[in-house]
Nanobody, 114 residues
Framework: QVQLVESGGGLVQAGGSLGLSCAASGSIFSMYTMGWYRQAPGKQRELVATITSGGNTNYADSVKGRFTISRDNAKKTVFLQMNSLKPEDTAVYYC????????WGQGTQVTVSS
């Protein structure tokens, strides 16, 4: 059974930084694409960033230049470094590992105060 455990959310002032991590346990291949989504209150879940097994990254326009996604295949972990945070970044952030199946983390709250 695969489980994803997220950590690193919290409360930060606008302009500040936070780092998220998501570690997988169980049988999961490092070839999976890893990524982050977020869901703000009253809004649909949206893509934040993804990273392929080869290291190719993709970002939502709203976070380009501020967020950086990375991964450690040996540790089956994906990271999201968030800089220059804005109040509109406030959301629950979910990690995903996607391959032949998709696995989601439980979500971690990120709150950016103005």
């Amino acid at each position: 059974q695969v489980q994803l455990v997220e950590s690193g959310g919290g409360l930060v002032q606008a302009g500040g930084s936070l780092g998220l991590s998501c570690a997988a346990s169980g049988s999961i291949f490092s070839m999976y694409t890893m990524g982050w989504y977020r869901q703000a209150p009253g809004k649909q879940r949206e893509l934040v960033a993804t990273i392929t097994s080869g290291g190719n990254t993709n970002y939502a326009d709203s976070v380009k230049g501020r967020f950086t996604i990375s991964r450690d295949n040996a540790k089956k972990t994906v990271f999201l470094q968030m800089n220059s945070l804005k109040p509109e970044d406030t959301a629950v952030y979910y990690c995903i590992f996607r391959g032949t199946s998709a696995y989601w983390g439980q979500g971690t709250q990120v709150t950016v105060s103005s």
